[in-house]
């Protein structure tokens, strides 16, 4: 017999899900990740990169996406979560700055950045979309919380999740840009790797 406990975790599971399926509700979103796709596929076909950052959780989301991006749908991929990359440009040039300074030494003409936050207040990610503006790459931000956040305003394409719940924009946000890794793919469901390979050598894909 479910409990008074058992039933006040029921309710909250419900309206937490809920929340997600508010946010995935969206569909401005849909074509957005169309245009982010063709954004990616453009960059690739100009042999160039595409660079996801984040703090924190959207680092972890940096991360995922750009391996999956790079093993799964081909499209060259970096982030730049490395700690002594993160801290000695922090202590160099503050932490505010290592995102920027990062791109600078790492960016080049017509690769594309995705910034990833859910403020769109970092201060970091914002002085790094006020580096990429005026130079010739293309500029991707997620963002959640408030519609008029600073870093919305300054993506070539913004995605803005209506939450105000980090788990929600994170987990949106992941979701959203895997779901355009499998658009280039071509398919939702695939295989983590091609039929044989492991079983004799680095077969490749």
Not at 43 to 51: D, E, G, L, Y
Request: with cysteine.
């Amino acid at each position: 017999m479910a409990t008074d406990a058992d039933q006040a975790d029921t309710s909250q599971l419900r309206t937490t899900l809920e929340l997600y399926r508010y946010a995935l509700s969206d569909e401005r979103s849909i074509s957005k990740l169309v245009e982010v796709k063709a954004l990616i596929m453009a960059t690739h076909a100009r042999r160039r990169k595409v660079i996801f950052v984040g703090n924190g959780g959207s680092a972890a989301i940096a991360s995922h996406c750009a391996v999956d991006f790079t093993k799964t749908a081909s499209v060259r991929c970096i982030n730049f979560n490395e700690a002594d990359l993160i801290t000695c440009l922090s202590n160099d040039f503050g932490y505010e700055c290592w995102v920027e300074k990062a791109l600078e030494m790492y960016g080049d003409d017509g690769d594309t950045v995705v910034l990833i936050s859910s403020s769109g207040r970092s201060p970091n990610m914002v002085r790094a979309a006020e580096y990429v503006r005026p130079r010739a790459l293309s500029l991707v931000t997620l963002t959640g919380f408030d519609f008029d956040n600073p870093l919305r305003k300054l993506g070539e394409l913004s995605l803005w999740i209506d939450s105000r719940v980090y788990n929600v924009v994170e987990t949106i946000h992941q979701v959203w840009l895997l779901a355009v890794c499998d658009l280039i793919v071509g398919k939702a469901a695939h295989t983590a790797s091609p039929p044989g390979a492991g079983a004799a050598g680095c077969a490749s894909s």
